[in-house]
């Protein structure tokens, strides 16, 4: 090949590529969007302990971010006891922390069976009705009979009382 048509035709070829590249192009002016995301990725999930309070029940909700919490996970909190915050305003549990792990099974429509790693009879009453609550609690519509079992025993299928 001669090196004047070599030349001619890589010439040719890039005043094409030069025409080509500025066809359709049109200046614009700024487009602009919307304003990116922001916050959280993981989502709170906010859960019900049954605390107890000058010797009653009560309600305290936590958050929980991560994965959802199964009745047993949160019958785990509730056997940890308070944190510093709810200590502060004179919460406490009754339910000791040999009383976990726990184990939660569900039966016919409606109930729901509490193993505990504690015998049933060494529990005070009011530790009971928070484990029943608090496990009540878990359930959508929290229209739960609740059977708490514990070395061997069990306490009557119960509702929370509040």
């Not at 709810?86 to 569900?106: I, K, M, Y």
């Not at 729901?112 to 009540?136: F, K």
């Not at 609740?146 to 009382?161: K, Q, S």
Request: proline share 9%; charged share 15%.
């Amino acid at each position: 090949m001669r090196p004047g048509f070599a030349r001619g035709v890589l010439g040719a070829g890039l005043l094409s590529l030069a025409v080509l590249a500025g066809c359709g192009v049109r200046p614009s002016d700024v487009i602009t969007g919307a304003d990116p995301p922001s916050g959280t990725v993981a989502r709170a999930t906010t859960i019900t302990l049954y605390l107890v309070k000058n010797g009653r029940l009560s309600a305290v909700t936590r958050q929980s971010s991560g994965r959802p919490l199964f009745p047993a996970d949160r019958l785990a909190l509730l056997a940890a006891g308070p944190t510093a915050e709810e200590q502060a305003h004179g919460l406490t549990t009754g339910v000791p922390p040999e009383a976990a792990p726990f184990s939660v099974t569900a039966g016919p429509p409606g109930h729901l069976a509490v193993t505990l790693s504690a015998a049933v009879g060494d529990l005070p009453a009011l530790a009971v009705e928070q484990i029943v609550c608090t496990a009540a609690a878990a359930v959508p519509g929290n229209a739960a009979k609740i059977t708490v079992v514990g070395a061997g025993r069990n306490a009557d299928a119960r509702e929370c009382p509040e």
